[in-house]
C-alpha cells in the first residue's frame, strides 16, 4: 500500500494516456530546429504542455523553463539566478536541492543566511531582514512536515528591497493554488512526479526581465536558458499533469483533509502518546508527520514491509542523520528518529487508511517497538 505521496505520487492514468502516442516509434521527431513535419509536430506538442504549465501558476508560456526535476529547477534558480555579490536567503528547512545551492554561493563569496522556524515550521516574515537587494528562496510547503509558508508577504518583503523571490512548489501544486503574477513571484520550482505527473521532468518559472545564468551551454534550446533536446513525452505528461491539477486541487485538498484526520483520529485512539507535527490546520492536505516518543522509526517500519512510508525524509534517501527540519522545529534528535511521515494522494481510499491505521497500531502498541515495552 504506497503512502508515501511526498517523495513521489503514482502516475495518473490519464496522464500516461497523453504520454503513450509519444513513446512510439510512430512519433520520432526532435522538437528542435527539425526542418519536417514530425519535428514541428514534436515542438507543437511541447508548446502546448509549456503553456499548461504556465496555466497553472498564472504566468506567461515564455515564462517556462523546462528541465530534468525540481532538483536542477532549484539550482538554476538559485546558481543561475542569484546576481552576482548579492546576499542569498533561505529558510533553515528548505530542501537539500536548495540547501546545497545556497552553501555553494556562499563558497562563492555571496553572504549567505537562513532564516529560522518556529515549532510548526513556520517561517515568521519579520524574520526577513533586508536592508537591500538579496536572493530570497522560501518552499511554498514543506516536504517532511507540510507546514505552508506565507509566500504572499515574504515575496512582497524582498520585493519591497529590490530582491527577487524564489520559491520550491514542489509539494504545493498537486492540492493548491499559486498565482505568481499575483503573489509576485519571480521565481517558482516545480516537479512532476509530484503531481501525479512523470519522473525526469520539472520546469522552472522565470519572471520576463529577469536575468538567468544558465547551468548548461551549447544547443540553444529554450532561448539558452536551459540548453538540450527536451523529451517530448515528459513534457506532455507534465502538461497534462498540470491541467489536471487545476481541475482537481480543490476537490483533491477536501477529501486528503478529511481522510488525513481519519486517519489521526484512529491513530491517537490506538497510540495515545503519539504526537503530530504536521499542522493540524492549514498545513499540506495529504502530509501526516508522527513523532511516537521512544520508538525507533527505521527500525519500526522494518516490521511494516508492505506499508510505503517514511522516516523523516524520503527525499534525503540514504542520510540517516536527524531530520534537519524537525531539528530547526525545536525537535531532539531522539525526536526525529521516533517520527514517521505519511503521504496520502489522489488516488488513496479511505480502506487504505483504514487498513494502514491498524497496522500501524499493531505494530506500535504490540511489538518489541513499543516503548511500553521496553
Ligand atoms: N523540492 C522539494 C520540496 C521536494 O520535496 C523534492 C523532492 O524530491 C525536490 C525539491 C526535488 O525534486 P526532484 O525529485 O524533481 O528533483
Known sequence: MYLDHMAS???????????????????????????HRAGWRAAEAIERARAEVATLINAR????????????????ALLGGTPDGWPVVASAIEHPSVLACVAELERRGHPASRLPVDDAGGVDPDSLALTGPALVSVMAANNEVGTVQPIAELARRCRQRGGLFHTDAVQRLATGEIDVTA?????????????HGPMGIGALFVRQGVALRPLLFGG??????RP???????????????????????????????????????????????????????GLPGCLHLTIPGMDAADSLLDLPDLALSTGSACASGDTGPSHVLLAMGRTPAEAHASIRIGLGRFTTEAE???????????FTASDHSPARR
Open 9 to 35: 505520487t503514482p502516475l495518473d492514468p490519464a496522464v500516461l494516456d497523453e504520454m503513450l502516442p509519444w513513446l512510439s516509434a510512430g512519433a520520432v521527431g526532435n522538437p528542435h530546429a527539425s526542418g
Open 61 to 76: 508560456p515564455g515564462e517556462i523553463v523546462f528541465t530534468s526535476g525540481a532538483t536542477e529547477a532549484n539550482a538554476l
Open 183 to 195: 503573489l509576485g513571484i519571480d521565481l517558482l520550482s516545480l516537479s512532476g512526479h509530484k503531481l
Open 220 to 225: 540553444g534550446q529554450q532561448g539558452g536558458k
Open 228 to 282: 538540450g533536446t527536451l523529451p517530448t513525452a515528459l513534457c506532455v505528461g507534465l502538461g497534462a499533469a498540470c491541467r489536471i491539477a487545476r481541475e482537481r486541487r480543490q476537490t483533491d485538498a477536501a477529501r486528503l483533509t478529511l481522510l488525513r484526520e481519519r486517519l489521526v483520529a484512529a491513530l491517537a485512539a490506538g497510540i495515545p502518546t503519539l504526537r503530530r507535527n504536521s499542522p493540524a490546520e492549514g
Open 353 to 363: 487508511v483504514d487498513h494502514a491505521a491498524a497496522r500501524l497500531v499493531e505494530v
